[in-house]
């Protein structure tokens, strides 16, 4: 029993002394809202339709739809897919990394946020191009979501540059944001940072009035509205916080309201650990199929132009869908992807 302890104790101290992947800053979540009232959990998302991507293909982040009804999606292994009314999936390319973040431009371009490649374009005719992977020098780093103004601008997230995509773990751990939310003009060519220091900057979406975008800070469970005219044209202030749980993509509806995904209800232990560096530190050292990974739970909701969540739907086992990264409006329903699913889900709204 003695040796045993003295063993146990020598492997603590040999993971002590190990040198920590990250350099964690204590951070204090908020509280988060109540789940009740609007968003009382319920099974709404059980009646999600799913359509299934080809056999291997998994991780259908986000969905876009063009003027003929055809589903885009991109996968885990780089290929953007699409399916026509009454017609399979069919490969047009691959970028190479991993596509994200998906928007059709007015000349019917799909525009791609790669997690490792950086903003690319993907013509009618399947040309590929990269728009901007640079940014004063330096490489971006985990480019995520993107929509497109009514000028043509393109606002993208740039989620961290500490942490590669496969290492989205140890930024949550660090909490010291490097996450940025760019403008890109294609017609010239400029870039222009308009938010840095952001939690894992993802989810973007232009109000329907073009006055602000959003962009959704995944952990620190809150989006950030950035003012693009009028008297507070440049800067920042917060559009929703407290959210229960990881915010993921977030679009513009008809409307004019949002619809969000979270990927994940919040975790206890993480937020029970954010004000404790030392405690992060250590755990970044366990190998990734040891951390600590929350339940499948699906979960989406919808806030009015001003920020209040006015419905939420849920899925709470992940019957049907869970994991949830997008929320895709159109008109005949909500289109959902998944960060490792191996369908796109559909939701009659």
């Known amino acids: ?22 350099d964690s800053a ?5 509280r988060p809202l109540a789940m009740n009232g609007v968003l009382a959990p319920n099974d709404a998302l059980q009646a ?11 991780g259908g982040e986000d969905v876009a739809i063009d003027r003929l009804k055809c589903i885009y999606t991109g996968t885990s292994n780089g290929d953007i897919l699409r399916k026509c009314p009454y017609s399979a999936w069919e ?3 691959n970028t190479g990394g991993r596509p994200l973040g998906l928007a059709f431009d007015e000349h019917a371009n799909l525009i791609i946020a790669d ?26 780093g985990v480019v995520d979501d993107v929509d497109i103004g009514a000028d043509g601008t393109l606002y993208f997230s740039d989620a961290s540059t500490r942490f590669a995509l496969k290492d989205y773990v140890l930024d949550a751990l660090e909490a010291r944001p490097s996450g940025r939310l ?25 109000a329907a009035d073009q006055s602000f975008v959003l962009v959704n800070e995944t952990y620190a469970y809150r989006t950030t509205r950035v003012w693009l005219s009028g008297d507070k044209a440049g800067q920042r202030d917060l559009f929703i916080s407290k959210l229960p749980g990881l915010p993921d993509g977030i679009a513009r509806d008809a409307d004019g309201s949002f619809w ?4 994940a209800p919040r975790s206890e232990l993480l937020d029970k650990l954010h004000p404790i560096p030392f405690a992060k530190n250590q755990l970044a050292k366990l190998p990734p199929q040891l951390a600590p990974v929350p339940a499948p739970y699906g979960f989406v909701v919808q806030l009015d132009a001003t920020g209040n969540i006015i419905h939420s739907l849920h899925d709470q086992a992940a019957v049907a869908i869970g994991e ?16 490792h699913g191996p369908s796109i889900g559909k939701l009659a709204w």
């Open 48 to 58: 999600t339709e799913l359509n299934h991507l080809p056999p291997a293909a998994r």
């Open 260 to 263: 969000m995904a979270l990927y």
């Open 182 to 206: 760019f403008a890109y003009q294609p017609d010239t060519g400029k870039l222009t940072l308009l938010a840095d220091e952001l939690f894992f900057a993802n989810g973007v979406a232009v």
């Open 324 to 339: 949830i990264t997008s929320v895709q409006p159109e008109s005949d329903g909500l289109y959902l992807g998944t960060l």
């Open 1 to 22: 029993m003695f040796k045993a302890v003295i063993l146990l104790a020598i492997i603590i101290a040999g993971v002590i002394a190990y040198p920590s992947p990250i």
């Open 26 to 30: 204590a951070f204090q979540p908020s």
């Open 115 to 140: 997690g490792q490649r950086g903003l690319l374009k993907l013509s009618p005719g399947h040309t590929l191009e990269t728009l901007v992977d640079s940014y004063q020098g330096q490489r971006l």
């Open 91 to 93: 490969t047009l390319a």
